[in-house]
């Protein structure tokens, strides 16, 4: 599972890592990203990549209203294809969700300690997603559509499961283009590039426990400290 991570990269940065247009909204740094926030994520459209905004907690086309997103912020990559909520996105609606790190917590319940979880280098990452659009039809014209996203997950790689059991598929950069592109739409091309195609070696340290509280939003949330130091 992924319920927290960190993306302070700017507009300019992923602009330049992701080879994406400009966007017409400002990017804010944030150290605790929570679900149902909105969220930075890179689209295909046409022959460019954006940067968009999404909700993160996905809400089906189906979906009787948004309550459903704060369940759905990640999606399984080994069932993406069979179920209802997942096929549909995962054939025409991919994305990039830029990155830092994420956040994972270990230990038993009530004690347990956060750690943060990143590239070796430091350098920003892309989980791979999926995004929908849901259109409320009781709201007037003006209110527009719920744009939201989901984090794709799979089993731990060796450097994460002694913290958790599952962790996002980080995707490589040689893989940015197909999973963006717009003519791919076999599942089981999709699902091929989800087990081959993403980063495997990740470093982590333990952080303070201020990152528990979504209220808390700095850097202080994603710095090492000694184990049970706070």
């Known amino acids: 599972m992924c319920g927290r991570f960190a993306r302070y990269s700017l507009s300019r940065e992923l602009e330049r890592y ?4 400009p966007p017409t909204f400002e990017i804010q740094p944030s150290y605790n990203v929570a679900p149902t926030q909105e969220i930075p994520v890179i689209v ?5 990549r954006h940067i968009k905004k999404r909700h993160w907690g996905l809400v089906p086309f189906w979906a009787k209203d948004i309550s459903i997103g704060s369940k759905m912020i990640n999606a399984r990559a080994e069932t993406l294809s069979s179920k209802p909520a997942f096929k549909a996105a995962l054939k025409h609606r991919r994305c990039l969700i830029p990155a830092n790190g994420f956040y994972e917590w270990k230990g038993k319940a009530g004690n347990k300690q956060p750690y943060y979880i990143c590239l070796p280098a430091g350098e920003p990452l892309a989980f791979a997603g999926i995004y929908e659009i849901w259109e ?8 527009g559509p719920y744009k939201s996203c989901t984090i794709i997950t799979t089993d731990a790689s060796d450097s994460v499961k002694d913290i958790h059991d599952r962790m996002p598929v980080i995707l490589k950069p040689e893989a940015y283009e197909e999973w963006l592109g717009p003519a791919n ?3 089981a091309k999709i699902e091929e590039l989800l087990k081959t195609s993403y980063v495997k070696n990740l470093k982590s340290y333990p952080v303070s426990r201020l990152v528990n509280r979504v209220g808390n939003n700095s850097k202080e949330c994603m710095e090492p400290i000694k184990k049970n130091e706070d």
């Open 18 to 21: 992701f080879n994406a247009l």
């Open 44 to 48: 295909q459209l046409e022959d460019a």
């Open 185 to 187: 739409k076999d599942p």
């Open 136 to 143: 409320d039809k009781k709201a007037p014209p003006e209110a």
